[in-house]
């Protein structure tokens, strides 16, 4: 269930045990692992693992499974963070954005702010033609944007995909 409390969503939480949580940790940590395998990892049955598994997918807790790949070796090398300001605060400019940011499969992420910028997006291209391509012929031009700041990647000192899971409890 989902609350919005002051224009910012707050979603419920659900009671977790020890073996929910081994389980997340270990289905964050390989999510190609059989019920079997992950029974053994976290000492339940597979039929148990199962079912917790499934309750966890039906509560919206686990909301899919991906591969983890390697963006250089796609040629995909360049990693940017671009902060976007509208040209006004509304409704409409709002949808406009979310709208481009859902188009455009480059944008990673993006985060709405407080401060300085509207928006975060973390950008992913093959080069720097790339981005110069997707600032000036796609971002730039778009209706809701006034203005950008963008910031490119020098090296990643970390790249973590998973979250912060607390230990087994």
Known sequence: MVHAKGGVQMHETIDLDGFDWRLLAALQDDASLTNAALAERIGLSASQVSRRRQRLEAAGVIRGYRADLDAPRLGLGVTVFIHVALNAHSRDNARRLRDLVHLTPAILEAHALT???????????????????????????????ARLRSEIVL?????????????PG
């Open 155 to 167: 090296e990643t000192l970390k790249d973590a995909s998973g979250l912060p899971l607390p230990g």
């Open 115 to 145: 401060g300085e910028a509207d928006y975060l997006m973390k950008v992913m291209v093959g080069d720097l033609r790339e981005l110069s391509q997707l600032v000036n012929d796609v971002l730039l031009p778009h209706e809701a944007i």
